[in-house]
Structure formats: structure tokens, C-alpha cells
């Protein structure tokens, strides 16, 4: 960091640790918790692990708690890595980490909590690093499911625990371990007395009307705007690099909103990655994979949709989909908002149409008419939590069996993401045949020239694309249509028997 720092807060940030009101009044704005809870708290937080300091292998897992009154208890409890999480984030909220599990399991009479039971039996750790990631992430989970009255399926712990890496484990013993936690008697956070002490904060942690953060931004137009730094604190982290002056968005309650209308989704700029998945979904379910195999939880807990498409990256997963359903980004400057479409706003590597003092306010997305198909794939090195090296999002109607409508939005294949419009030329007004494909498949040279880099090669990249193209035919085709489980790799295809004398 350079010797000029950001104007420090003008009063401490304050939030509960262990039980007890924390006060931070010297600390950089882009202190990370993770460093508070190993060489600040007193006593030192050591079980909270720094291993990639870039939000990929979980071991820094914690979970941070905020007033929601739609929320069991009127708390809303998310697992977080504490890597990215710069303090003044946490004004106003809770931080849980692996030193207060024994004080709750205590609470109810049990020597250890239902997870630390659990990972034990079933002998989920070997080296132990990467372990208290692992509990947390398993709270969080436990804590979800004990609110609801319900239990995950063993599908829903590995999608869950796609945030935490182990090398030691194979992850066999700690799935084993999220079946087993809800065998023990119940040992729940006690919300009422967390939501009490959340609310002793509430009156200086009071959120921002978007008219006021307006006018800071038009003021501070050289302000860095954070979210939830999942990005950001990359810079810091990784680079070293001095961000300037942040300006924190997450306590703009109107940007943190997500309304759905009879034809839209409003989507705010501070809602979060996994809400604003989660409502896509609601709206438009063959999103699921993709909204799956964002980031990991974690990152879509902290995150922002908003943050994601105001960064611009070309192998951003949000964008592509949102540009497929042809959505519009809102943007604000003072008391002024404009509207333009999502397609229009990249202008070139990482360069966009904001202007200085504007800001993203929300995504205005609207539903598919009916009988439109939409299809989003993701593909990476990694299944879960990895970046793409190309991400497809396709919008089609037929109208018969003619191409009436067509959406192809890819990324990971130009400077920025964008449409395929030589692609859409050839499929649009012909019949959906495999002789129509064919023809789109080669237009797909004409749309892009992609690079080479560490993900993909150019070659793959076109390849890949193409083959995304076929398998949105094969589910698509007016005759003889493949339901989505036959166009996977994911789905079993041959039963073989055991032999009698492998038989358990």
C-alpha cells in the first residue's frame, strides 16, 4: 500500500466477535478480517487459516451474521471468506468463527457442536488445515437446515461445501460428516439473543438512501465503489495495489433490492450473487447449472451482481446470461438515471460507458415470452468453483420450425462479452435443421477470434463453442428433442454389476 491512505472512518466500526461489541477505529478501510482475526483480536482468532488469500480454497471460512427481518429469528447467517472481507464491511454485523462453536454447543449442555462431533466420527480431517473452514461452512449449513425443519440431500452438502478444498480427505468422510451432524440433539445459535444484540447496533449502522449515496458518489467520483470485494481485495491481496478511497455500496438498502414484476426482474446493483441467481432461477430454471457453478457459495454470499457486470470481465459468468435475456442496465449520476442495453455498456477490455460520478443502480431483466428456450453453460478446468474459459447463454423461440428470435451471448471468446451476430444472422428466419446448425457453427469464425492463455486455447475456445451450439440443438429441435440429462457428461449411462464376490 502507498503512504497515502483513505480517509480513516469518522467513528470506529463496530460489530460482534465471541460475544463481545468490537470498537476498530485504526485500522486501514482495507484490512482484511482474516488479518484482524489472526494478529488483531485479542485473544488471537487463529483457527480462522489463511491458505490461497484469494477466496478459493475456504480455509479462512467464516460466517458473518445481519439483521433480516425475512430471515429465521430476524438473522440472516452466510459463510464468507474472511480473505476478502475488508473491515467496514462488518459495521453493524456479527462475526462467528470456529472459536464459537464449543461456547454454543456449551449453551446446550454438549461438549462439543453437532459438527465437531461429526467430523470427528467420521474421521473428516487428516491434516486439520483446512478443517475449521470446513465447520464453518457445515454451521452455516446446519443452521439452514435446523431453522427449516429439514435435512440436505448428500447432492446438496457437495454443492454446499464447493468452497472448501481439501487434499488429505477425498471429501467422502466430510460429506459423511453433514449426513451424520443432524443425528446429534439440536444445538442451534440462539437468534433471539443474536438479533438483540444486532439490533443495539442498528441505530449507527442505519442504511444510506440511494438519494444520499447519490450525492457522496457525484461528490467522491474518484472513489473506488465497493460491494463485497470479492474482486477488489484481489488487488490488495495480490497486487498490492492502493484502491483510493472506497465507497462502501452495501448500506444502500434500495441497492441491495430485488423486485420481480408481472415481466421484469429488478435486480439492485448491492444485491447479492446468490439471491440474484436464486431469482433468476425462480423465473428462468434451466439457469440452475450455471447459477450452481458460479464462484462457490462464499463468493456468491459476499458478491454482487451489480459488482460483477460493473467489472466487465470477459469471462464474467453473469453477463452473457443477462445479455441473452436481453437485459438493460440502469445507471445513475446525481439525481439523473439513464438507461441503455447490457450489450452496450462494455466498450472495450474492461472499459465501460460510466461516466465519473455514475454509478450502476440496478439490472432491469426481463422474462422470457412464451415459448422462448434458454440454455447457459459454463465451461472450465474445474467443475465447481473455477473461471470460465467459455461461458454461452442462448435465448431461442421457434415459431414452428423456424428460428423466429435468437440470443447467442458468449464469453471468454473477445475483449468483452457479446453477442454472436453473424451466428444469429444465419440461424434467424431458417429452419431449425442440422443443416441450420452447421451453417451457424461456421458463422461462429466470423463472430470471434479468441485468444490463448492458461484456460483454453483459441482453437478450443472455438471448438467448445460450437459444440455448445449443437447441444442447445439437440434440446431444442422441433423433432425428437433430448431432455437436458441426456446432454451431459453428468449423467450415468451404464449400470455394471458387481461381481457376486465383491459384493458387500
Request: aromatic letters at 6%; proline letters at 7%.
Amino acid at each position: 500500500m502507498s503512504a497515502s491512505h483513505p480517509p480513516r472512518p469518522t467513528r470506529p466500526i463496530r460489530f460482534f466477535h465471541r460475544g463481545a461489541l468490537q470498537q476498530i477505529d485504526s485500522a486501514a478501510p482495507t484490512r482484511t478480517l482474516l488479518d484482524w482475526l489472526r494478529e488483531d483480536a485479542r485473544p488471537r482468532c487463529t483457527g480462522t487459516k489463511e491458505g490461497c488469500n484469494e477466496g478459493d480454497c475456504g480455509a479462512c471460512t467464516v460466517l458473518v451474521a445481519e439483521r433480516d427481518d425475512a430471515a429465521p429469528g430476524g438473522v440472516a447467517i452466510r459463510n464468507v471468506n474472511a480473505c476478502l472481507r475488508f473491515l467496514p464491511t462488518l459495521d453493524g454485523c456479527a462475526v462467528l468463527t470456529v472459536e464459537d462453536l464449543k461456547p454454543i454447543a456449551a449453551a446446550h449442555g454438549q461438549p462439543a457442536h453437532p459438527v465437531q462431533q461429526a467430523l470427528v466420527a467420521c474421521h473428516g480431517s487428516q491434516c486439520g488445515f483446512c478443517t475449521p473452514g470446513f465447520a464453518m461452512t457445515m454451521t452455516g449449513i446446519y443452521e439452514e437446515h435446523c431453522a427449516a425443519g429439514t435435512r440436505p440431500t448428500r447432492q446438496q452438502l457437495a454443492d454446499d461445501l464447493a468452497g472448501n478444498l481439501c487434499r488429505c480427505t477425498g471429501y467422502r468422510p466430510i460429506v459423511d460428516a453433514g449426513e451424520q451432524m443432524f443425528d446429534a440433539p439440536a444445538a442451534p445459535i440462539d437468534r433471539a439473543a443474536l438479533r438483540q444484540q444486532l439490533d443495539t447496533l442498528a441505530a449507527d449502522a442505519a442504511p444510506l438512501t440511494l438519494d444520499d449515496f447519490a450525492t457522496q458518489r457525484l461528490a467522491r467520483p474518484d472513489a473506488r465503489i465497493v460491494a463485497g470485494a470479492t474482486d477488489v481485495a484481489l488487488w490488495v491481496n495480490k497486487q498490492f495495489r492502493d484502491i483510493g478511497e472506497p465507497l462502501w455500496i452495501g448500506r444502500v438498502a434500495e441497492l441491495r433490492r430485488i423486485e420481480v414484476t408481472a415481466d421484469a426482474l429488478h435486480i439492485g446493483a448491492a444485491a447479492s450473487l446468490e439471491d440474484a441467481w436464486r431469482t433468476l432461477t425462480d423465473v428462468v430454471p434451466t439457469l440452475r447449472e450455471v447459477w450452481q457453478r458460479f464462484a462457490s457459495p462464499p463468493i456468491r454470499h459476499a458478491g454482487t451482481m451489480g459488482g460483477n457486470i460493473a467489472n466487465g470481465s470477459p469471462i464474467g459468468d453473469s453477463a452473457p446470461v443477462l445479455i441473452a435475456l436481453g437485459a438493460d442496465i440502469v445507471l445513475r449520476r446525481g439525481a439523473v438515471e439513464r438507461t441503455m442495453p447490457l450489450q452496450e455498456f462494455y466498450l472495450d477490455y474492461m472499459k465501460n460507458a460510466l461516466q465519473p460520478g455514475e454509478f450502476v443502480a440496478r439490472l432491469v431483466v426481463p422474462k422470457p415470452t412464451d415459448g422462448t428456450q434458454v440454455r447457459a453453460w459454463k465451461i472450465s478446468k474445474r467443475y465447481d468453483s473455477d473461471i470460465s474459459a467459455v461461458c454461452a447463454a442462448f435465448a431461442l423461440r421457434l415459431d414452428g420450425d423456424r428460428v423466429a428470435e435468437v440470443r447467442l451471448a458468449f464469453g471468454g471468446m473477445a475483449a468483452i462479452v457479446k453477442r454472436a451476430a453473424q451466428t444469429e444472422a444465419a440461424l434467424l428466419g431458417q429452419p431449425w435443421t442440422e443443416a441450420t446448425l452447421v451453417a451457424a457453427q461456421a458463422a461462429l469464425a466470423q463472430d470471434f477470434h479468441p485468444l490463448s492463455d492458461l484456460r483454453a486455447s483459441a482453437a478450443y475456445r472455438l471448438k467448445v463453442s460450437a459444440n455448445l451450439l449443437r447441444r442447445l440443438w439437440l434440446e431444442t429441435r422441433p423433432d425428437d428433442p433430448l431432455p437436458p440429462e441426456d446432454t451431459t457428461v453428468w449423467t450415468p449411462r451404464l449400470t455394471i454389476p458387481l461381481h457376486p464376490e465383491t459384493r458387500a
